[in-house]
């Protein structure tokens, strides 16, 4: 099984990333994916969650409205669209599938929002 992350860098506040996430190794189409999220110092936090199907989102309040999950069934990836990007943003993304008692994690990549 691999969660390979990608996408991630230095970037300035008002900017965009996508995070894109590549996975192997297991039925990609029954898990539900999301993106978490752990800032220097804190807890690792949920950000954004789909359904294994794609049709049903949600968001932490604190990015709402500024990014969007979404997957592709076809290509085995689940993606991060992140606008309007906030200096307490910053953090390391991780990427996550979970389908009842199975959890995978990605290694990670680091979002960084400065000027």
């Known amino acids: 099984v691999q969660l390979v992350e990608s996408g991630g860098g230095l970037v300035q506040p008002g900017g965009s990333l996508r995070l894109s996430c590549a996975a192997s190794g297991f039925t990609f189409s029954s898990y539900v994916m999301s993106w978490y999220r752990q800032a220097p110092g804190k807890e690792r936090e949920l950000a954004a969650v789909i359904r294994s199907a794609g049709d049903s989102t949600a968001y932490a309040d604190s990015v709402k409205g500024r990014f969007t999950i979404s997957r592709d069934n076809a290509k085995n990836t689940v993606y991060l669209q992140m606008n309007s990007l906030k200096p307490e943003d910053t953090a390391v993304y991780y990427c996550?599938?979970?389908?009842?008692?199975?959890?995978?994690w990605g290694q990670g990549t680091q979002v960084t929002v400065s000027s």
């Open positions: 996550n599938a979970r389908l009842t008692r199975r959890d995978y």
